[in-house]
């Protein structure tokens, strides 16, 4: 028995001075790494202009398309605002060319980026508020931490892969309608969204329903990419769309971004997955 008790004692030994190694150096380890690699995330959202460095630096996209060669053309962004967009539409039942361009003392932020950059910087603030100087005292320290520091990039993360829904008549009164000269003919919609590390442009090309239709008006709800046939009323207006064109670019640094946060969210998982396994240890026995 005696002999039994001194093992046990001699393993609960080993066990706090794993969990002490743990918390002391372990935790800090991983901080440190977490900061680091958020650090290189929020470089490629940074915004230089803030100081001496001058406005943030124009990058041209060239818009293309699998199926179709109906919409050419290229976006400018800058930081996470669209400064330039140079816009070609053949009609399809004509083939007439439509060219427009945002005006130019017009911008469009982007406010997909703008949100990644601030959870992202929410995530390093929360980081950095434990240096290391700091001593965790418990497992449930740590792990609120990490909950904390994932909830804010899986925030990040969703805001790039999940566009928003939008109904038509919101895509209709949204001020990029009006960001265009010459301005866009009254039977065009325009959206423009951030859909992983693609920058998207669709253009939505719409008919008047005669009062007398036959067709059986339903409103389309939200979607973030509506298909021909979605009616909505504007005004004083009926319309459906009857063409959809959507054509997209790929933007390195919003990739860099997207594995950057999942390298994270791993880190904070196996953290948590470590601490875990002194659970029934730390919750009884905290120091």
């Given at each position: 028995m005696a002999t039994a008790m001194a093992a046990t004692?001699?393993?609960?030994a080993v066990l706090e001075e794993e969990f002490r190694w743990l918390l002391h150096d372990e935790v800090h380890a991983v901080l440190r790494q977490l900061q680091d690699i958020l650090k290189e995330a929020s470089l490629r959202f940074?915004?230089?202009?803030?100081?001496?460095?001058?406005?943030?630096?124009?990058?041209?996209?060239?818009?293309?398309?699998?199926?179709?060669?109906?919409?050419k053309g290229v976006l400018t962004l800058q930081g996470d605002a669209l400064s330039q967009a140079d816009v070609n539409l053949k009609m399809p039942r004509n083939n007439q060319l439509?060219?427009?361009?945002?005006?130019?003392?017009?911008?469009?932020?982007l406010q997909q980026i703008q949100d990644a950059r601030n959870h992202v910087s929410q995530a390093l603030y929360l980081l950095t508020n434990r240096d290391e100087s700091y001593q965790f005292r418990t497992?449930?320290?740590?792990l609120k931490?990490?909950?904390?520091?994932?909830?804010?990039?899986?925030?990040a993360r969703n805001r790039l892969t999940t566009p928003a829904t939008l109904t038509l008549p919101e895509i209709a009164a949204s001020g990029l309608t009006r960001m265009f000269a010459p301005a866009l003919p009254s039977d065009l919609l325009v959206?423009?969204?951030?859909?992983?590390?693609?920058?998207?442009?669709?253009?939505?090309?719409?008919?008047?329903?005669?009062?007398?239709s036959t067709k059986n008006f339903r409103p389309t709800g939200g979607a973030v990419l509506h298909s021909p046939g979605a009616m909505f009323e504007w005004g004083a207006q009926r319309l459906e769309v009857s063409h959809v064109h959507k054509v997209e670019c790929v933007i390195p640094w919003l990739n860099d971004a997207?594995?950057?946060?999942?390298?994270?969210?791993?880190?904070?998982?196996?953290?948590?997955d470590k601490i875990s396994v002194f659970s029934s240890y730390w919750s009884y026995r905290p120091f």
């Open positions: 004692a001699a393993e609960r940074t915004l230089p202009g803030s100081g001496t460095e001058g406005p943030a630096k124009q990058e041209n996209y060239i818009l293309g398309s699998c199926g179709t060669d109906q919409v439509l060219h427009f361009a945002f005006r130019e003392d017009k911008q469009w932020k497992g449930a320290e740590v931490l990490m909950d904390a520091v994932m909830l804010q990039l899986t925030r959206n423009v969204y951030i859909n992983l590390n693609k920058l998207c442009l669709t253009v939505y090309q719409l008919h008047a329903l005669q009062p007398n997207l594995v950057f946060f999942t390298v994270s969210l791993q880190l904070c998982q196996q953290l948590k």
